[in-house]
Structures are given as C-alpha cells and as structure tokens.
C-alpha cells in the first residue's frame, strides 16, 4: 500500500474549519471540513464519510489543495466540447465572406449559411450546422445583414424624372380651401 499524500504545512484544521465557515460554496465547505479531519489526525476513510465520497475523491481533493490551496477546491467550469474550426478556418471563412462570392465559382451572388457551411466541407471536410456557423461568424463579429437587391441596369437619375410631382393646390387639406376668401 502506497503511503499516504501529504497535506501542506501552511494551513491547519482550524485555518480550514475557519475558510469553510466564510466561504459561501457548499462543495467547498464540504471539502475543506474533510480536508479538517484529516489535518486533526483523522484517517482518509473518516475524511471521505464527512465529504460523503469515496478515498480516490479524497486524494483527488488532496492534490487540487496541494496545488492550489482552498481556491483549488473550487469546481470550476467544464471546458466543453472542443470547436470544430479553428483560428486558421475562421480566418479564411472570414476573408471569403468579407470578398464576397463570385458567381462563376460559387454559383451564388450572395452568401446565406447554406452555402457557407458547403463551402466549410468543400474546403476542410468539416461538417458544420447552420446554427453552429451563425453562432460562430456573430463570434467573429459578422451580423446578417441582406443589402435590397438591386437591377443591374437601374439608374436612380432617370427614376427622379419619372416621379409624379402634385401641384400645391392638391396638398392643402379642404378645410383651408373652404376658409380660404374667393
């Protein structure tokens, strides 16, 4: 049987008993009571009845102490699933949207997700959900953002002089034509 891993030398069981009183984590007042029992003498089997776990937890719990201290017994966030682009891909993903598609190569004159995620396969083989993606380029900073379509051929000088213009008369309401003297 291997020996035991000693706990550090600059805390006490008061000093524990004391920081699980303070602390407003109950996981790690529950660890620091059991990490306690085992500075005043107590064995790892009693430590582990008080923290309710079995003696792998308790030396688990031991090491993040060693390490860290008190904040060690902290839980911390999950990391997560890792992300399935990377700093390279959101670069070149980044680059194309921001030069736009060519319709000759891409086949469409605007991007949408769709095809962006079909350009992530083509590309990387990545499969990539249309949420991840939108989820990802609002990361990146992009915004959906659809410009009006426009003809080709439309001029805006040549609308102007087609538009209808109404004589003054026409605008005045009728109640300021009938107070009007004749």
């Not at 602390?23 to 008080?50: C, V």
């Not at 682009?85 to 891409?106: K, Y």
């Amino acid at each position: 049987m291997a020996a035991a891993i000693a706990l550090r030398e600059d805390f006490d069981a008061l000093a524990l008993r004391g920081l699980a009183k303070k602390t407003r984590d109950a996981n790690q007042s529950r660890r620091l009571l059991a990490l306690a029992e085992i500075y005043e003498g107590g064995s790892r089997g009693q430590a582990a009845r008080i923290g309710g776990i079995g003696l792998q937890t308790t030396r688990d719990w031991v090491l993040r102490f060693n390490a860290r201290g008190p904040d060690g017994l902290i839980d911390g966030k999950a990391p997560g699933r890792a992300p399935k682009l990377n700093g390279v891909h959101r670069q070149e993903l980044a680059r194309i949207i921001e030069s736009g598609p060519i319709p000759a190569i891409h086949g469409v004159v605007r991007w949408r997700l769709i095809d962006l995620a079909q350009w992530v396969w083509e590309e990387y083989r990545i499969r990539v959900a249309k949420q991840t993606l939108s989820r990802q380029l609002r990361a990146m900073g992009f915004r959906k953002l659809s410009a009006r379509p426009r003809h080709h051929a439309h001029n805006e000088h040549a609308a102007e002089a087609f538009k209808k213009t109404s004589p003054t008369c026409w605008r005045r309401s009728r109640a300021a034509s009938l107070r009007a003297p004749r």
